[in-house]
């Protein structure tokens, strides 16, 4: 069974940051590539950074510069290193997983976590 368990959300200023982590079942974590979503009320879930088991990455064109998604496949977890926060990156966040690239990143990802609340005040 994949678990994806997320961590590190919270509330925080705009111009602060947080870091996200994601803790994947080891099973599924080293042949999978993982992914950060979001979905903010009244939107679609879009896309926030990918990453593939070889370390091709992909961020959404509103976060570039700003957040950092990185793998440690020791610990079979990914994070998202987000710096300068502003209001609209409130949103919740998800992690996801799955062996297709072309997967994450079109929203067909197979496995996803709980989310965890992102809130960034003005």
């Known amino acids: 069974q994949v678990q994806l368990v997320e961590s590190g959300g919270g509330l925080v200023q705009a111009g602060g940051s947080l870091r996200l982590s994601c803790v994947a079942s080891?099973?599924?974590?080293?042949?999978?590539?993982m992914g950060w979503y979001r979905q903010a009320p009244g939107k679609q879930r879009e896309l926030v950074a990918a990453?593939?088991?070889?370390?091709?990455?992909n961020y959404a064109d509103s976060v570039k510069g700003r957040f950092t998604i990185s793998r440690d496949n020791g610990k079979s977890t990914v994070y998202l290193q987000m710096n300068s926060l502003k209001p609209e990156d409130t949103a919740v966040y998800y992690c996801?997983?799955?062996?297709?690239?072309?997967?994450?990143?079109?929203?067909?990802?197979?496995?996803w976590g709980q989310g965890t609340q992102v809130t960034v005040s003005s």
């Open positions: 996801a997983a799955d062996s297709s690239y072309a997967a994450i990143v079109a929203d067909r990802a197979g496995y």
């Open positions: 080891a099973n599924i974590f080293s042949s999978n590539y």
């Open positions: 990453i593939s088991t070889g370390g091709r990455i």
